[in-house]
């Protein structure tokens, strides 16, 4: 009774994330400084800047008379290759990362093979895609060859991470009741896992597929083909008109994927 | 029937679940497993499919010792066993048919089960059980659009397809309504009687264990308190497996009960 007596009338606050005080203090007030700091070393020229904005302003205003005709052929062509790019490597790594999910994922798999599996997710998704791009590029030569492999070695590594983490947190008791009626491990996965993991696989599959095509966009800067090269020599040409018709384009396909994802997402629930 | 030898289930982290159990339940027998939360009840059933590999001991099965088989025919016996679970267990994006049948994967071939395509007799048997527990205009909605007492009936199915010799049936009416839970217990206990099956009901519910089945196993502690008839459920005993408690109350009910029932 004395306890509660004591507690009665008493103000109540949450207790704070780190106890010690001086330890609190001393890590807000190291972010501060290091912002402060951070931000000194920031070199800003101002009349670089200055020139720039004309350049900037030139760009901009190139949306507004975008040119598709000059050079729609390149255009075209190179869009085609993108989109051919886009779909090839989605399927191909989607296709590779689902064994190596299922591999990764602790509650399916031994520890040998979730070991290997692991590792080459760390290793797709250690190397960012223009690191592969100009390496396959220099092995495979200028074209959508490299691109292509690159995309799909990407996929790998984004798919099956996400892809392993939703089998690892999926409802266990569901799985077990498969188990119990003496089903071989592939009818286990088929029956088992496959029902609680679709949903995911297909959202993350188109993700993937929008990323992909707008990862497309970029390796053709470093000479993995598709739209980006095409991309890569209006800007060098100074042709900012058909830059932003490519930009455009890029953007109303993207968007047109969202969509499209959003509607299947929809219907898979 | 079932045979259960000094079996013995320590876990990694040192608790001693089940303390050499031994229990006899011969064909055809209901029987229900009580015993406070962790007493190892759970524990028990799953040893016996081998969900949870015992530590120590042995599971006879008819003529077959379970704990030393190889996956192969751990998987083969496993179909002689049929499971019915708490909250149900069903794939819940897959049909009811299909959740029936996933009860005849041990019998099946991959590319069979792959494609669903079931032989005619498992479809047509399918069937039949799913009208013995009223369901059958049900067979082509997801599970998850059933409600509890719906879902446990095609559990039942499911493990009855594969027309085991045992069923291990873990808290069937844990989240059902007092109502519902009588007809899924009284459901259980017509099939088994149908079929001459032996069962563990594993419950937590007192009187509804001693309205339906012929014998009580208490167990505290992972280790057996009580082993009788549910008569035999006096407060004296009740208070050796739960702890002390007024327990006139839930006995008194239980009479109260079995004349409404009536």
Known sequence: MSELNILIGKKWKKPPFIQRVWLRWLLIMGFFAYLIAAYMTIDVNWARVYEGLERGKQFVLAFTSPDFASRSTDIWGGMFESIVMTVAASVVGITISIPIALGAARNVAPLPVYLICRSIIAISRALQEIIVAILLVAIFGFGPLAGFITLSFATIGFLSKLLAEDIESMDRVQAEAIKASGARWTQWINYGVQPQVMPRLIGLSMYRLDINFRESAILGLVGAGGIGATLNTAFDRYEYDTAAAILLIIIVIVMALEYLSGVIRARVQ | ?262
């Open chain 2, 1 to 262: 029937m079932l045979r259960l030898e000094k079996l013995v289930k320590t876990y990694k982290t040192g608790d001693m679940a089940l303390k050499a159990v031994d229990l006899v339940v011969p064909q055809g027998q209901v029987m229900a497993l009580i015993g406070p939360s962790g007493a190892g009840k759970s524990t028990l059933i799953r040893c016996i499919n081998r969900l949870v590999e015992p530590t120590s001991g042995q599971v006879h099965l008819g003529e077959v010792e379970l704990t030393g088989l190889s996956s192969g025919a751990l998987r083969r016996e496993r179909r002689r066993m049929g499971m019915i679970f708490q909250e149900y267990a069903l794939v819940e994006r897959l049909s009811v048919m299909e959740n029936v049948l996933s009860g005849r994967l041990g019998y099946v071939g991959f590319w069979r089960s792959f494609l669903r395509r079931f032989p005619q007799s498992d479809v047509d048997e399918a069937f039949r059980l799913l009208d013995r527990v009223g369901l059958a205009h049900m067979a082509d909605k997801r599970a998850d659009e059933l409600s509890g007492g719906q879902r446990q009936r095609v559990g039942i199915c499911r493990a009855l397809i594969q027309n085991p010799a045992l069923l291990l049936v873990d808290e069937p009416t844990a989240s059902l309504d007092p109502k519902t839970s009588r007809q899924i217990m009284r459901l259980i206990c017509e099939l088994c009687k149908e079929r001459e099956l032996a069962a563990i009901i594993n419950i937590h519910d007192v009187a509804l264990a001693q309205m339906f089945v012929q014998r009580v196993i208490g167990l505290r502690l992972g280790a057996v308190e009580f082993d009788g008839a549910p008569e035999g459920l006096t407060p004296d005993v009740l208070t050796s497996i739960y702890g002390e408690e007024d327990w006139e109350a839930t006995i008194e009910k239980v009479d109260d009960d079995e004349v409404a029932a009536e």
